[in-house]
């Protein structure tokens, strides 16, 4: 009885976080990341005049051409939708990936857990590649988990077509999953060349575009401020992405638990070395807290596995709290404070402040994608309005 009463709860709760992602998706548009309207606009430059470009460095090949399509003849609520959908479906994926028995209380009591963090949530319900590039490797990793490799290799190539950074992340999936399988280091390797020319297939237009060379395989880093300022962004940006009250919890449970790390670690080996390659490219790049993503999910599940139930449930709770104010213990100066101008910080100093939740941060960025278009043209009136772009 108390487990059907739990389950109804926790059940009740999933589904109020998923309307209120899904009334966000309606409401949001086009989003806020200055990303969003050159991806849609690599689908549209090909569709209407067969012309190639690239919406960043290295083009995001899968996730334009998918984003594009969505954006271009649906519109941003399905646009969105169809992002927030994957984010799910791909932190169930992740999950059951590590778990033979299919139990819907653990799987919604995780998705929980993951969904509460401002990051996960809000950065994936505009149209971004994250979830997209989530989702194709979590279910790579699924059927890896259940031995159907070659669809494991589409999957991982997807991922790969998506987010080219991912790549490492299939690598170390492919080399570390289940080390006691019947899987042997061969095949291991067979199966790695094959996901990556998979993926690979997906940037011979870019490759062809620079005449053969690699030089499009590069990234805008942020070391104006030297090591040391990119050392001091990577620790903010990553206690920022878990956020101050989660981790001061997860730090108290990880200090006075009777239970043993060691263990944790060697009975879920993949999800540590998932966190340390997503902080390894981190650290090259300590940037959009999203580039985090793959790090926030293996440590939720660690946790998830780590603590009691109950221990769960207030996290959860601590994660919501951020929604709605925040606890700042570092103060920034910056030198720009305009929307629509590149923002760089000057200094910064220990300061304790409370200050505006992430549901309020999330509503007042919708006005960012203004700083983007001409508000007079057809086509910018179609993007501040959320209508299908065709």
Same mark, same amino acid.
């Given at each position: 009885?108390?487990n059907n009463?739990?389950?109804?709860?926790?059940?009740?709760?999933f %589904? #109020?976080v998923? !309307?209120?992602?899904v +009334?966000?998706?309606? *409401?949001?548009?086009? $989003?806020?990341?200055?990303?969003?309207?050159?991806m849609?606009?690599?689908?549209i430059?090909?569709?209407?005049?067969?012309?190639?470009?690239?919406s960043?460095?290295?083009?995001?090949?899968?996730a334009e051409m998918v984003l594009?399509?969505?954006s271009?003849?649906?519109?941003?609520f399905y646009?969105?939708?169809?992002?927030?959908?994957n984010?799910?479906?791909?932190?169930?994926?992740f999950?059951?990936?590590f778990?033979?028995?299919?139990?819907?209380?653990?799987?919604?009591?995780?998705?929980l857990l993951?969904?509460?963090?401002?990051?996960l949530f809000?950065?994936?319900l505009?149209?971004?590649?994250?979830?997209?590039?989530?989702v194709?490797f979590s279910?790579? %990793? #699924?059927?890896l !988990?259940?031995?159907? +490799?070659?669809?494991a *290799?589409?999957?991982? $190539?997807?991922?790969?077509?998506?987010?080219l950074?991912?790549a490492l992340?299939v690598?170390?999936?492919?080399?570390?999953?289940?080390?006691?399988s019947?899987l042997?280091?061969?095949?291991?390797?067979i199966i790695?060349?094959?996901?990556?020319?998979?993926g690979?297939l997906?940037?011979?237009?870019?490759?062809?575009?620079?005449?053969?060379?690699?030089?499009?395989?590069?990234?805008?880093?942020?070391?104006d401020?030297?090591?040391f300022?990119l050392?001091?962004?990577f620790?903010?940006?990553?206690i920022?992405?878990?956020?101050?009250?989660?981790?001061?919890?997860?730090?108290?449970?990880?200090i006075f638990?009777?239970?043993n790390i060691i263990?944790l670690?060697?009975?879920?080996?993949?999800?540590?070395?998932?966190?340390i390659s997503?902080?390894l490219?981190f650290?090259?790049i300590?940037a959009?807290?999203?580039y985090?993503?793959?790090?926030l999910i293996?440590f939720?599940?660690?946790?998830y596995k780590?603590v009691?139930?109950k221990?769960?449930?207030?996290?959860?709770?601590l994660n919501f709290i951020?929604?709605a104010?925040?606890?700042q213990i570092?103060?920034i100066?910056?030198v720009?404070n305009?929307i629509?101008?590149?923002?760089q910080?000057?200094?910064a100093?220990?300061?304790?402040?409370i200050?505006?939740?992430?549901?309020q941060n999330?509503?007042?960025?919708?006005?960012?994608?203004?700083c983007?278009?001409?508000?007079?043209?057809?086509?910018?009136k179609?993007?501040?309005?959320?209508?299908?772009?065709?």
């Amino acid at each position: 009885m108390k487990n059907n009463i739990k389950l109804s709860l926790t059940s009740i709760l999933f %589904l #109020f976080v998923f !309307s209120f992602g899904v +009334y966000l998706c309606y *409401i949001g548009g086009y $989003g806020s990341d200055e990303d969003t309207l050159p991806m849609i606009g690599v689908f549209i430059s090909i569709l209407k005049g067969g012309d190639f470009m690239t919406s960043r460095f290295t083009g995001y090949p899968v996730a334009e051409m998918v984003l594009g399509f969505l954006s271009y003849n649906f519109g941003s609520f399905y646009t969105n939708l169809a992002t927030y959908i994957n984010l799910i479906i791909g932190l169930a994926l992740f999950y059951l990936s590590f778990e033979k028995k299919f139990e819907i209380e653990n799987i919604i009591l995780f998705l929980l857990l993951c969904m509460s963090n401002p990051v996960l949530f809000f950065d994936n319900l505009e149209p971004m590649d994250y979830s997209w590039a989530l989702v194709a490797f979590s279910a790579g %990793l #699924f059927f890896l !988990s259940r031995n159907y +490799y070659e669809l494991a *290799i589409i999957f991982f $190539g997807l991922s790969i077509g998506v987010r080219l950074n991912f790549a490492l992340f299939v690598i170390v999936s492919i080399i570390f999953f289940d080390l006691k399988s019947d899987l042997n280091f061969f095949r291991r390797i067979i199966i790695i060349a094959l996901s990556i020319f998979v993926g690979g297939l997906f940037y011979i237009p870019v490759w062809y575009q620079h005449q053969f060379s690699l030089e499009w395989l590069t990234a805008a880093r942020p070391t104006d401020q030297g090591y040391f300022g990119l050392f001091a962004r990577f620790i903010y940006k990553i206690i920022d992405a878990i956020n101050i009250l989660p981790l001061l919890g997860i730090l108290y449970l990880v200090i006075f638990s009777n239970n043993n790390i060691i263990n944790l670690f060697k009975k879920n080996l993949l999800p540590l070395v998932l966190i340390i390659s997503n902080l390894l490219i981190f650290f090259y790049i300590p940037a959009e807290l999203s580039y985090l993503q793959i790090f926030l999910i293996s440590f939720f599940y660690l946790i998830y596995k780590f603590v009691d139930t109950k221990i769960v449930y207030f996290l959860i709770i601590l994660n919501f709290i951020s929604w709605a104010i925040n606890f700042q213990i570092v103060e920034i100066k910056r030198v720009n404070n305009n929307i629509c101008e590149p923002v760089q910080a000057l200094n910064a100093k220990l300061n304790f402040n409370i200050i505006q939740g992430d549901v309020q941060n999330f509503l007042e960025s919708r006005d960012l994608i203004k700083c983007w278009i001409d508000e007079d043209s057809d086509y910018g009136k179609k993007i501040i309005s959320g209508k299908p772009l065709k």
